[in-house]
Structures are given as C-alpha cells and as structure tokens.
C-alpha cells in the first residue's frame, strides 16, 4: 500500500510555546514575516475563571489540495506520498493558489523578506544567505512537511523539536501507526471538514 503521510495534532498537549514555528524558520531557512507553522491562542470563559486555549496549524496537506487545482501552471502538486509541494520553476506568482487556500497557510515572497534577517537587528546573517538561496522572489512558498526529512526516514523538524510531543507525524495508510491509532481512538477530525478537502491533519482533543 502507497505511503500517505499525515499528522496529528494534539490540543491536550500543545503549550502554545511556538517551538515548533522557530524549528520550521531554522529547517527552513523561512524569511522574516513568514511562518508557515505557529500556534494560535484564545481565550476561553470569563473571569476569573478563564483558560487559555492553544491550537497548532500547518498547512493541512490536502488530498483535494484547491491550491493545486486553481494552479494555471502545474507548479503545485501532490506527491505520489500526499505531500502538497511548490516547482517554484514553474511557479509563476498569479497568486490564485493563495486566494483558494481555505486554511490561509500560503504565501508570496515579496523582495523584502530578503532584505532583513530573522536573528540580529535587520542584518542577514551567514546562515540566512545560505538558505535564502532556496527560494525564488515572487513565487508561492508554503509547508514542505519537511519533505527532504522525510525522505530520509526522519520525522519533520518540528515534530521532533516538540517538547510536549503534540505533534505526530506518520503514515495514515498504516493501521499500526501512530497517528491513524491517535485519530481512531480520540476521534480525530479536520479543520474546516464541510469543505471536503480532505485534509491530512488532524486533530484531536
């Protein structure tokens, strides 16, 4: 059976530290006023007695990816492993993939990410060159599922950087692994359903 990787995230465990968006910007090398994982947080109930609620994202990785769809060029695909990925060779920047992202987990490089860094007072670091060289001005960029990893039999940066380990990555066309154990058992189920993207991650409470 082909491999289909997906994730779970798991709302009991996320302490809304965003060590997963710092992983993803170093493993990535993503520029300054990007992030293509981070964790949101509300509010909940009303005082004193209020809690605050942490909630992960990711782009979702969807079999019925709209971005692919609507992408005059091919440039977005799925991989025969269900990794939604960018040929930024082929990307021209129409900008239509992220207009039909219900999830808002794309985005464009604009030349001024490139022009301060991420880690000192506006300058670019060595490290950062380095990396940059990866992207191409003016195409669409978004999660990778560290696909380079996973390629070599590693789990996606910030998988492996959570501490509370409420993110887990694995393959839902296995019945033993991780995540499809975690989704039957706790009733696993995906942002924005209704719309029938299919999503690859998931979450549970």
């Known amino acids: 059976m082909t491999v289909k990787w997906g994730m779970v995230l798991d709302l009991k465990r996320c302490i809304g530290c965003n060590a997963c968006t710092v992983a993803c910007k170093q493993e990535n090398s993503v520029p300054a006023g990007i992030n293509w994982t981070e964790t949101l947080s509300e509010e909940i109930g009303t005082y004193p007695n209020?809690?605050?609620?942490?909630?992960?994202?990711?782009?979702?990785?969807?079999?019925?990816?709209?971005?692919?769809?609507?992408?005059?060029?091919?440039?977005?695909?799925i991989t025969d492993d269900g990794i939604v990925l960018v040929d930024?060779?082929?990307?021209?920047?129409?900008?239509?993939?992220?207009?039909?992202c219900p999830y808002k987990k794309r985005a464009k490089l604009a030349k001024?990410?490139?022009?301060?860094?991420?880690?000192?007072?506006?300058?670019?670091?060595?490290?950062?060159?380095?990396?940059?060289?990866?992207?191409?001005?003016?195409?669409?960029?978004?999660?990778?599922?560290?696909?380079?990893?996973v390629n070599q039999g590693l789990d996606p940066a910030c998988v492996v950087t959570?501490?509370?380990?409420?993110?887990?990555?694995?393959?839902?066309?296995d019945p033993e692994s991780k995540p499809r154990k975690l989704i039957q058992a706790r009733k696993g189920y995906q942002a924005l359903s209704e719309l029938n993207t299919k999503p690859k991650v998931f979450y549970v409470d």
């Open 50 to 77: 209020v809690t605050r609620a942490y909630i992960p994202t990711t782009c979702n990785h969807c079999e019925d990816a709209p971005c692919a769809r609507v992408c005059p060029t091919g440039a977005t695909y």
């Open 88 to 100: 930024d060779n082929k990307c021209i920047g129409c900008g239509a993939c992220i207009t039909a």
């Open 112 to 149: 001024e990410p490139f022009e301060k860094g991420l880690y000192t007072a506006g300058e670019i670091t060595p490290f950062e060159v380095q990396g940059y060289t990866r992207f191409t001005v003016g195409t669409a960029v978004k999660c990778t599922f560290c696909h380079e990893r």
């Open 162 to 173: 959570c501490p509370t380990e409420a993110r887990i990555f694995g393959d839902l066309n």
